[in-house]
Protein backbone atom coordinates (compact mmCIF):
# COMPACT_ATOMS: atom_id res chain seq x y z
CA UNK A 1 0.00 0.00 0.00
CA UNK A 2 0.86 3.40 -0.73
CA UNK A 3 -0.07 6.47 1.29
CA UNK A 4 0.18 10.24 0.86
CA UNK A 5 -0.43 12.79 2.87
CA UNK A 6 -2.11 15.93 2.18
CA UNK A 7 -2.98 18.84 4.32
CA UNK A 8 0.18 20.07 6.01
CA UNK A 9 0.55 24.69 6.21
CA UNK A 10 1.24 27.25 8.40
CA UNK A 11 -1.10 28.15 11.10
CA UNK A 12 -1.23 30.30 14.01
CA UNK A 13 -1.43 29.64 17.58
CA UNK A 14 -5.39 28.49 18.26
CA UNK A 15 -6.18 27.59 14.53
CA UNK A 16 -6.91 24.21 13.18
CA UNK A 17 -5.64 22.08 10.64
CA UNK A 18 -7.14 19.07 8.95
CA UNK A 19 -4.24 16.57 8.08
CA UNK A 20 -5.50 13.82 5.27
CA UNK A 21 -3.90 10.31 4.20
CA UNK A 22 -5.07 8.74 0.87
CA UNK A 23 -4.06 4.81 0.63
CA UNK A 24 -3.81 3.35 -2.26
CA UNK A 25 -3.82 -0.81 -2.78
CA UNK A 26 -6.75 -2.99 -1.95
CA UNK A 27 -8.20 -4.27 1.87
CA UNK A 28 -7.47 -0.37 3.78
CA UNK A 29 -10.32 -1.68 6.45
CA UNK A 30 -7.95 -4.50 7.56
CA UNK A 31 -4.89 -1.76 8.43
CA UNK A 32 -4.15 -0.52 12.20
CA UNK A 33 -3.54 2.86 10.76
CA UNK A 34 -1.34 6.20 12.74
CA UNK A 35 -0.19 9.46 12.55
CA UNK A 36 3.05 10.05 13.77
CA UNK A 37 5.37 13.37 13.93
CA UNK A 38 8.97 14.30 13.99
CA UNK A 39 10.40 18.03 14.80
CA UNK A 40 13.98 18.43 13.80
CA UNK A 41 16.47 17.02 16.43
CA UNK A 42 13.46 15.04 18.45
CA UNK A 43 12.47 10.99 17.63
CA UNK A 44 9.92 10.45 15.52
CA UNK A 45 6.76 10.35 18.17
CA UNK A 46 3.24 8.71 17.82
CA UNK A 47 0.40 11.27 18.14
CA UNK A 48 -2.54 9.14 17.28
CA UNK A 49 -3.53 5.40 16.10
CA UNK A 50 -7.02 3.58 15.25
CA UNK A 51 -7.55 0.26 15.26
CA UNK A 52 -9.22 -1.59 12.18
CA UNK A 53 -10.46 -4.35 14.56
CA UNK A 54 -12.56 -2.35 17.04
CA UNK A 55 -12.23 1.21 15.90
CA UNK A 56 -10.84 2.40 19.52
CA UNK A 57 -8.30 5.24 19.45
CA UNK A 58 -4.89 6.11 21.45
CA UNK A 59 -3.45 9.60 21.53
CA UNK A 60 -0.92 11.12 23.09
CA UNK A 61 -0.88 12.82 26.09
CA UNK A 62 0.29 15.98 24.81
CA UNK A 63 -2.90 16.07 22.04
CA UNK A 64 -5.18 14.66 24.15
CA UNK A 65 -8.63 16.61 23.71
CA UNK A 66 -7.04 18.56 20.80
CA UNK A 67 -6.31 16.14 17.79
CA UNK A 68 -8.93 13.16 16.49
CA UNK A 69 -8.12 10.70 14.21
CA UNK A 70 -10.92 8.94 11.94
CA UNK A 71 -10.78 6.91 8.74
CA UNK A 72 -13.30 6.41 5.76
CA UNK A 73 -12.38 2.83 4.48
CA UNK A 74 -14.41 3.89 1.70
CA UNK A 75 -12.43 6.68 0.59
CA UNK A 76 -9.05 4.87 1.45
CA UNK A 77 -8.14 8.00 3.97
CA UNK A 78 -7.37 8.80 7.15
CA UNK A 79 -7.61 11.78 8.79
CA UNK A 80 -6.38 13.68 11.48
CA UNK A 81 -8.22 17.01 13.03
CA UNK A 82 -6.04 19.23 14.67
CA UNK A 83 -7.79 22.11 16.56
CA UNK A 84 -6.22 24.24 19.59
CA UNK A 85 -2.71 24.26 17.31
CA UNK A 86 0.54 25.10 19.49
CA UNK A 87 3.72 26.26 18.78
CA UNK A 88 4.98 22.75 19.88
CA UNK A 89 3.14 20.61 17.47
CA UNK A 90 5.42 21.92 14.71
CA UNK A 91 7.21 18.76 13.11
CA UNK A 92 6.14 16.72 10.14
CA UNK A 93 3.48 14.42 10.35
CA UNK A 94 3.64 11.10 8.91
CA UNK A 95 1.01 8.59 8.55
CA UNK A 96 1.55 4.95 8.52
CA UNK A 97 -0.34 1.58 8.18
CA UNK A 98 -0.14 -1.83 9.44
CA UNK A 99 -1.62 -4.53 7.78
CA UNK A 100 -3.89 -6.43 10.16
CA UNK A 101 -2.03 -5.74 12.86
CA UNK A 102 -3.06 -4.28 16.81
CA UNK A 103 -3.21 -1.02 17.88
CA UNK A 104 0.25 0.57 18.68
CA UNK A 105 1.88 3.81 19.46
CA UNK A 106 5.39 2.26 18.36
CA UNK A 107 7.12 3.24 14.70
CA UNK A 108 8.45 -0.27 14.33
CA UNK A 109 5.13 -2.05 14.72
CA UNK A 110 3.90 0.12 11.27
CA UNK A 111 5.46 -1.03 7.85
CA UNK A 112 3.67 1.51 5.31
CA UNK A 113 4.31 4.88 5.74
CA UNK A 114 3.72 8.24 3.64
CA UNK A 115 6.37 11.10 2.71
CA UNK A 116 5.28 13.09 5.21
CA UNK A 117 3.61 16.77 5.46
CA UNK A 118 4.98 19.78 7.28
CA UNK A 119 2.83 21.15 9.69
CA UNK A 120 4.50 24.77 11.45
CA UNK A 121 2.72 27.15 14.49
CA UNK A 122 3.63 30.00 14.87
CA UNK A 123 2.69 32.14 18.19
Known amino acids: VQLVEFGGGLVQAGESLRLSCVAS????????VAWFRQSPGKEREAVACLSYRDGSTYYADSVKGRFTISRDNAKNTVSLQMNSLKPEDTAVYYC?????????????????WGQGTQVSVSS
Open 25 to 32: GYAFDVYT
Open 96 to 112: AADYGGYVSMKSQNYDY
